[in-house]
């Protein structure tokens, strides 16, 4: 199966440090004009939706939970997502996932449930030690 989002970035950081996590999207149709979301789990946990954002105008969705520490952004020319990862926290400790859907679409109220995306990429671990 041909993997169509590729994610990169993750990594080992103390407590109020930084990461940036890349989401690569292989195929320019699952890229334009969507609706591409950030997740992250924990053992035993489901999946949280925390950012999204729609890749045909750039408006952006934050949980409360990461808002004003991570920053959801594009680059068109690379179709790549990118998570700015602030003020890293314990707590942030997951593995991370971006997710997307076909056909392409607008970010909807659905964005932070799992249920609304097909495609995901393999994961990234991040690690917060305090």
């Known amino acids: 199966q041909v993997q169509l989002l590729v994610e990169s970035g993750g990594g080992s950081v103390q407590a109020g440090g930084s990461l940036r996590l890349s989401c690569a999207a292989t195929?320019?149709?699952?890229?334009?004009?969507?609706?591409m979301a950030w997740f992250r789990q924990t053992p035993g946990k489901e999946l949280e939706g925390f950012a999204a954002?729609?890749?045909?105008?750039?408006?952006?969705y934050y949980d409360d939970s990461v808002k004003g520490r991570f920053t959801i952004a594009q680059d068109n020319a690379k179709n790549t997502l990118y998570l700015q990862m602030d003020s890293l926290k314990p707590d942030d400790t997951a593995m991370y996932y971006c997710?997307?859907?076909?056909?392409?679409?607008?970010?909807?109220?659905?964005?932070?449930?799992?249920?609304?995306?097909?495609?995901w990429g393999q994961g990234t671990q991040v690690t917060v030690s305090s």
């Open positions: 997710a997307a859907d076909l056909p392409p679409r607008q970010c909807h109220e659905t964005w932070r449930s799992h249920r609304t995306y097909n495609y």
């Open positions: 954002l729609y890749t045909g105008g750039g408006s952006t």
């Open positions: 195929n320019a149709h699952i890229y334009s004009n969507n609706c």
